[in-house]
Each structure stands twice: as C-alpha cells, then as structure tokens.
C-alpha cells in the first residue's frame, strides 16, 4: 500500500523536520538477514524478500518504515542508511 502524494508532501522528518522522500537505494532496506553477506541469498533469487517499504530524508540519512500502510515517524523505529545515499 502506498502513501497518497498529497499526504506524503504534508509529511516532514521529526528531527530536522525535512521533506520525506522514497529511499534513492531501496536495497539498502531488505528486511535483516537478507540481501547481502555470506550464507545468504543471492540478489534476484525468487525467494528473496523486496525491500521494506520506508520514506527517506535527504537531509539526516534516516529511513523510516511504513508498516500497513502507515509511516512510523519515530527516532527510535528510524534506519540510518550509509553516507552517499
């Protein structure tokens, strides 16, 4: 389920209170466990899960999860994805 545009440009990061965009490298998101290191699937592997659903901003480098279709804007549920994303 995706977020309406018109509610995604009301929303703004709680820390530096930028805007909130979709993640520039999704992959960066499989849920843990997946995706990358040794003893795990290869990428493209039809069993391998598609990157959780979060809203990134630019600004801070925290990635926030959308859970049911609802973005949890919480410090403490927030990812922070690596520099140059």
Not at 45 to 52: A, D, G, I, K, R
Not at 56 to 84: F, N, T
């Amino acid at each position: 389920m995706s977020i309406p545009d018109w509610l995604r440009a009301t929303l703004a990061c709680p820390i530096c209170k930028g805007p909130l965009s979709d993640p520039p490298h999704p992959e960066q998101l499989l849920p843990p466990g997946e995706g990358r290191g040794e003893g795990r699937r290869a990428p493209g592997s039809p069993l391998e899960s598609p990157p959780l659903p979060h809203l990134h901003c630019a600004s801070c480098g925290l990635a926030y999860p959308i859970r049911d279709g609802v973005p949890v804007l919480l410090r403490d549920e927030a990812r922070a994805l690596p520099s140059g994303s």
